[in-house]
């Protein structure tokens, strides 16, 4: 299994649907570059994309904690990980991919949309847009990462687990969703 991630341009032509959750966040911005936490009310992202959002903890030395693990994400992936630090949910490929994305928007301080692939040697693919936004509690600090994002499946059914599919639990070592233990 191979996991990798690339910058895509900032056009929304990959998913168009995130386009509506940049505008959301635009909003709660104002008139500055990046809204601070007390601005944000993630109910009002579109409905259809709070459940494949999350927010990140930004902490002082530069690792990351999951505040906010949306239901859609959990069931993709049969897993659960609010509360649990960056290295703790996620391992191998998938954890240096997500750190990268997150470590991009952190220092640059600006909205970031990413692919990330996650594919099978048969060729099964999860296809992950992410767009990953800053926020900030502190001047010229950014505290906290939403990501919002879109999935694809190609060569996995709808009604196929995407956790059963890709052996989850060797990728993830939070709790999974569908047993409720470790």
């Known amino acids: 299994m191979s996991v990798y991630g690339e910058t895509l341009p900032d056009d929304f032509s990959a998913s168009p649907k995130l ?4 505008k959301v966040w635009k909003k709660w911005c104002g008139g500055r570059s990046v809204p601070t936490w007390a601005d944000v009310d993630l109910m009002l992202l579109p409905p259809k994309l709070l459940p494949f959002a999350t927010v990140m903890d930004v902490l002082d030395d530069g690792r990351y904690r999951y505040r906010f693990w949306g239901t859609g994400i959990a069931n ?3 897993v659960e990980v609010t509360g649990k630090l960056l290295e703790e949910a996620f391992g191998g490929e998938f954890f240096g991919v997500t750190k990268r994305q997150l470590d991009s928007v952190v220092e640059s301080g600006e909205p970031q949309l990413y692919r990330t692939i996650i594919e099978k040697p048969s060729g099964a693919r999860l296809i992950k847009i992410n767009l ?3 926020v900030m509690d502190m001047p010229d600090q950014i505290t906290k ?9 190609v060569g996995i059914h709808d009604y196929e687990s995407v956790g059963e599919i890709w052996g989850t639990s060797k990728l993830v070592a939070g709790q999974r969703v569908n047993d409720g233990g470790a």
């Open 132 to 134: 990953r936004l800053p």
């Open 19 to 22: 386009e509506a959750a940049w």
């Open 145 to 153: 990462v939403i990501t919002v994002s879109t999935l694809e499946r």
């Open 76 to 78: 993709a992936y049969e």
